[in-house]
Nanobody, 124 residues
């Protein structure tokens, strides 16, 4: 059974930083690409960042490039999202998921099972 448990969100002022974590289980973690997604109020869920199975390739939404960094620890079955220079428009619930293509980070199709997400609120 796939489980995804996101944590690390919170309320932060504009320009601040947060580090999100996602503990994943139910699949052989090291064989999968992983992604972070977010859903702002009234919006559809959108792609934020992707990392291939061995950590060699990354892909980011244009608006977070240079501010967010995705990483993984295969020993802990955990993926991280370091978020710096946060802006009010980054406010959303953030989710992680396995991605269907293990190596091509331009293919950001997630699987169907989602966790509960973690709320990130950036005040101006």
């Amino acid at each position: 059974q796939v489980q995804l448990v996101e944590s690390g969100g919170g309320l932060v002022q504009e320009g601040g930083s947060l580090r999100l974590s996602c503990a994943a289980s139910g699949r052989t973690f090291r064989n999968y690409a992983l992604g972070w997604f977010r859903r702002a109020p009234g919006e559809e869920r959108e792609f934020v960042a992707a990392l291939n199975y061995n950590g060699a390739y990354k892909n980011y939404k244009e608006s977070v490039k240079g501010r967010f960094t995705i990483s993984r620890d295969n020993a802990k079955n955990t993926v991280y999202l370091q978020m710096n220079s946060l802006k009010p428009e980054d406010t959303a619930v953030y989710y992680c998921n396995y991605l269907r293509d293990a190596n091509n980070t331009r293919d950001v199709r997630p699987y169907d099972t989602w966790g509960q997400g973690t709320q990130v609120t950036v005040s101006s």
